[in-house]
């Protein structure tokens, strides 16, 4: 078995699996509706 960060382990996949993060799933949905979303580190 492969080691695997927990973060990435369990990290949503798409928007509907954030359960509970509304606020967060706003800021991200008008950030690229708006293009404004910028690139971080892996």
Known sequence: MSYQVLARKWRPRSFREMVGQAH??????NALDSQRLHYDHP
């Not at 967060?24 to 949905?29: D, E, Q, T």
Request: cysteine-free.
């Open 24 to 29: 967060v799933l706003k800021a991200l949905i």
